[in-house]
């Protein structure tokens, strides 16, 4: 797959998230709907891809932009939605990339194997959300999930060990595990845009099912899927 189709599909990524409006979640819908025709035509016979093919499919998505409502709905309904589009756009990754090639698109987080308690179960929706809220701050590393091994692993506990000290000498200390929101592997620095709570259970699974994406993965969206 060339350049071209993979800058394409993360424009995928980026447009549908920004494209929250009122009539943005028809319009994304017709355009997967319609994936099954255009889309796969565009690729159906492309052995190596072309900057022609990314053009092809960088007009589909002007079209789903343009039939997008330019006003936004509520905050709830602009997060269902973005969630939504994120959902749809793994999809369109599935057509476009079946090998898994293109490095960019959703991170999905599921409860601990096992279970958990509906404790555990909101800290993972706070969670999620904290890194909802990091990636439109643009926070996150800028290449794409990181190795957190070596001097990185090192400074980023080091980290969570001063806050740690800093909330118990404030009177308010952790129960569970300081938690890096997110965590270390997409932001690549140390020290997160938020601290979090966590019970152990809890931010060992969000850790390992982190370390189920490539290096250099660049998050679209992260979802909680029940």
């Given at each position: 797959?060339?350049?071209?189709?993979?800058?394409?599909?993360?424009?995928?990524?980026?447009?549908?998230?920004?494209?929250?409006?009122?009539?943005?979640?028809?319009?994304?819908?017709?355009?997967?709907?319609?994936?099954?025709?255009?889309?796969?035509?565009?690729?159906?016979?492309?052995?190596?891809?072309?900057?022609?093919?990314?053009?092809?499919?960088?007009?589909?998505?002007?079209?789903?932009?343009?039939?997008?409502?330019?006003?936004?709905?509520?905050?709830?309904?602009?997060?269902?939605?973005?969630?939504?589009?994120?959902?749809?756009?793994?999809?369109?990754?599935?057509?476009?990339?079946?090998?898994?090639?293109?490095?960019?698109?959703?991170v999905t987080?599921?409860?601990?194997?096992?279970?958990?308690?509906?404790?555990?179960?909101?800290?993972?929706?706070?969670?999620?959300?904290?890194?909802?809220?990091?990636?439109?701050?643009?926070?996150?590393?800028?290449?794409?999930?990181?190795?957190?091994?070596?001097?990185?692993?090192?400074?980023?506990?080091?980290?969570?060990?001063?806050?740690?000290?800093?909330?118990?000498?404030?009177?308010?200390?952790?129960?569970?595990?300081?938690?890096?929101?997110?965590?270390?592997?997409?932001?690549?620095?140390p020290n997160?845009?938020?601290?979090?709570?966590?019970?152990?259970?809890?931010?060992?699974?969000?850790?390992?099912?982190?370390?189920?994406?490539?290096?250099?993965?660049?998050?679209?969206?992260?979802?909680?899927?029940?």
């Open positions: 797959m060339s350049n071209g189709i993979v800058q394409a599909l993360d424009q995928v990524a980026t447009r549908v998230s920004k494209a929250v409006g009122k009539d943005a979640g028809k319009a994304v819908e017709d355009l997967y709907r319609d994936a099954g025709g255009r889309l796969k035509d565009v690729i159906k016979n492309t052995v190596e891809a072309d900057a022609g093919k990314a053009a092809d499919i960088k007009k589909i998505l002007d079209e789903m932009d343009h039939n997008a409502a330019k006003r936004v709905t509520n905050d709830a309904e602009r997060t269902t939605r973005a969630d939504t589009n994120a959902v749809l756009h793994k999809k369109l990754a599935e057509i476009l990339d079946p090998k898994g090639e293109v490095k960019a698109g959703p987080f599921r409860p601990p194997k096992g279970g958990a308690s509906p404790d555990e179960i909101a800290q993972m929706r706070q969670y999620v959300a904290g890194c909802n809220k990091a990636l439109e701050d643009g926070a996150l590393s800028p290449t794409g999930r990181v190795s957190t091994s070596g001097k990185l692993r090192a400074e980023a506990s080091a980290a969570a060990r001063e806050e740690g000290r800093r909330a118990a000498a404030a009177g308010t200390p952790y129960a569970g595990n300081v938690g890096h929101v997110p965590d270390t592997t997409w932001v690549g620095r997160p845009p938020s601290w979090q709570d966590l019970a152990e259970k809890v931010n060992k699974s969000l850790g390992a099912q982190a370390r189920g994406y490539p290096v250099g993965y660049k998050p679209t969206r992260f979802l909680f899927e029940e």
